[in-house]
């Protein structure tokens, strides 16, 4: 971690993801009027009023771009946690035992890692009628496979090792040895995969927002796009409603995926030598 | 040869073809319970509805509706729109070609030009180039697709209205020939420079971290000494050996290609698969829905099958016995 925050790509990736985290605990706070509230300035520009302009109801486009912070990032990192669960359980467990039930998790991994994921978060979430939970739930169960994957591959070479052996030879279960020994080794791996799971989780809730299957209760950014785009921002050139909402998922997204990745690189032992 | 590389690759698609199936008749059926729907039909007395159930199979047991189920996919029976009560398979054809023309396009574009920024950026490796390409490129992988699309509306079709904001063709008019051709092109502009952006960031990384690899060999070292000018020894010897591990990831891309095909069209109102999914998502048309979901998981299936033909032909490692 240390070894991140001193590289300047590591700062201002750590420094993009500090200010959103702010937003997203204080942002209804720092608002600077009612997200909902309606006005009689209907798809005004930027003045001093509204910063950012206002909506097709007359609502204040900043004030709905910070509250709107934190549904993306609940839900980003929400689904990225179960994802990662998910992803470390099977990866643990089929590298470990191997034999049918590696095959059998590979085959499931195959499966989810082949069917294109949007589509299957849409059927998924259209038939579960969307609410906070079901798309934490339908990210979190949709992005496990390659987490899944890259853990089975460094159990693999975690079981063989001495420590294990060592274990085993104690007369240690297999749970025992999962848990203490195999999982801790793992767990910086799994966390810098998880990293780069909640940049594909925001972009998730985002996309899916947009396509009418956000939290129909809470304003986020991707449901702002969808807003704008349903009123007709974009062909009456109010750009003010519909690019700050996807400059903010870009940079959040741009942030983490950052972190994640110069994070990856110093604790996966396969891209140590690459440069 | 050995071809039973290949035959466990043809039989890994097979199996998740089964899969597919079964999951796409539970996930219907059990989850998005039709009897339950059928039940929400205004003044259906009870009587009716076990007519109706009678009418779809829905009173046989899952294991039979199950066999009607995969012998009416097998014979392309999807079932009837509950909107436009026309057949799903029908809806699908109509729709399958413009999907196919867009998505074409953007991932060809994407593949070309993302590949050559890659082969600039890797043989400028630490330049300024090399830094913003790498910068613009991580940047459209982080933008939301359909954010890029409205963009391109607001400079090209709203600032400076110089292409057509969606649609395929201009409404009403009675084009045909080279005419209409035109009017399809020009109206293709901005959906497809749309995905051409969406995917260009993932073929530019790889192909820029293949080549970086390709010209750190020793063979590249040994033909700059036999004398070779520079341009013909990225040309001619490091770029084929570099663009291998592309075809791995246009096979990763396709799953991504068709999310990106639904929100992108339905952006721009393009009458494609994607556009039909988002109007079913709206009127909770199950049946278009899942077929349209259908059509997207076998065409992913399909394309991965034939990536790894493709990778079959191509790298003689895999071809040794």
């Given amino acids: ?275 | 040869m050995n071809t039973r590389w290949l035959a466990g690759k043809a039989l890994t698609a097979f199996l998740t073809l089964i899969f597919v199936l079964v999951f796409n008749f539970f996930l219907f059926r059990v989850m998005g319970d039709p009897t339950s729907q059928l039940a929400r039909l205004p003044r259906a007395t009870p009587e009716e509805i076990r007519q109706l159930q009678a009418y779809y199979g829905l009173d046989k047991p899952l294991v039979g509706q199950f066999a009607d189920y995969v012998a009416d996919t097998a014979t392309a029976d999807l079932g009837i729109s509950q909107k436009t009560r026309r057949p799903v398979w029908t809806e699908i054809g109509e729709a399958l070609p413009w999907t196919l023309l867009l998505v074409g396009t953007g991932t060809l574009l994407a593949m070309v030009i993302g590949t050559w920024l890659g082969i600039v950026a890797a043989t400028r490796r630490g330049t300024r180039t090399d830094d913003g390409l790498l910068g613009f490129s991580l940047f459209t992988y982080a933008s939301p697709e359909y954010w890029i699309g409205i963009i391109l509306i607001l400079l090209f079709a709203v600032a400076i209205p110089i292409f057509p904001a969606g649609l395929q063709e201009t409404p009403g008019s009675q084009l045909t020939g080279l005419d209409r051709v035109l009017d399809i092109g020009e109206h293709l502009v901005l959906p497809a420079t749309a995905m051409t952006l969406m995917l260009l960031g993932q073929y530019f990384v790889i192909m820029r971290s293949s080549m970086v690899d390709v010209l750190t060999e020793d063979f590249v070292t040994v033909k700059r000494a036999t004398g070779l000018p520079w341009a013909r020894v990225v040309r001619g010897h490091a770029v084929p050996n570099a663009l291998l591990p592309l075809v791995t990831l246009s096979a990763i891309q396709f799953g991504i290609v068709m999310g990106g095909a639904v929100t992108i069209e339905t952006i721009f109102s393009w009458p494609g698969l994607g556009e039909l999914s988002y109007q079913a998502i709206n009127d909770k048309d199950f049946p278009v829905l899942q077929g349209t979901f259908l059509v997207f998981s076998v065409a992913v299936i399909l394309l991965n099958f034939l990536a790894d033909c493709l990778y079959f032909f191509l790298d003689p490692r895999v071809q040794a016995p």
């Fill in chain 1, 1 to 275: 971690m240390r070894a991140v925050l001193a590289t300047r790509r590591g700062k201002f990736s750590f420094g993009v993801l500090a200010l959103f985290l702010f937003i997203a605990v204080f942002g209804a706070l720092i608002a600077p009027q009612d997200p909902r509230a309606s006005s009689t300035d209907v798809l005004e520009g930027p003045s001093a009023a509204h910063l950012l302009g206002t909506t097709e109801v007359g609502s204040d486009v900043l004030s709905q771009l910070l509250v709107g912070a934190r549904v993306s990032i609940v839900v980003g990192f929400a689904a990225a946690v179960i994802s990662a669960v998910i992803g470390a359980a099977i990866g643990i467990v089929g590298g470990y035992f191997g034999g049918w039930t590696d095959r059998a998790f590979d085959s499931l991994e195959n499966w989810f890692l082949v069917i294109p994921q949007l589509p299957l978060m849409v059927v998924l979430a259209r038939l579960l009628d969307p609410s906070l939970t079901v798309l934490i739930a339908v990210i979190g169960l949709t992005s496990w496979a390659g987490t899944g994957r890259i853990v089975r591959a460094q159990v693999l070479t975690l079981k063989e090792r001495a420590f294990v052996e060592r274990a085993r030879a104690l007369g240690a279960s297999d749970r025992h040895i999962m848990r203490v020994h195999i999982l801790p080794n793992a767990l910086p791996l799994i966390f810098a995969n998880t990293v780069l799971i909640v940049a594909v989780a925001i972009l998730a809730e985002a996309a899916l927002a947009f396509l009418g299957l956000g939290d129909p209760e809470s304003i986020s950014w991707g449901s702002m796009i969808e807003q704008g785009f349903e009123a007709g921002a974009p062909s009456a050139g109010a750009w003010w409603y519909v690019v700050p909402p996807g400059l903010c998922i870009a940079l959040l997204v741009f942030a983490v995926g950052l972190f994640g990745y110069l994070f990856e690189q110093q604790v996966n032992p396969r891209l140590q030598e690459r440069t």
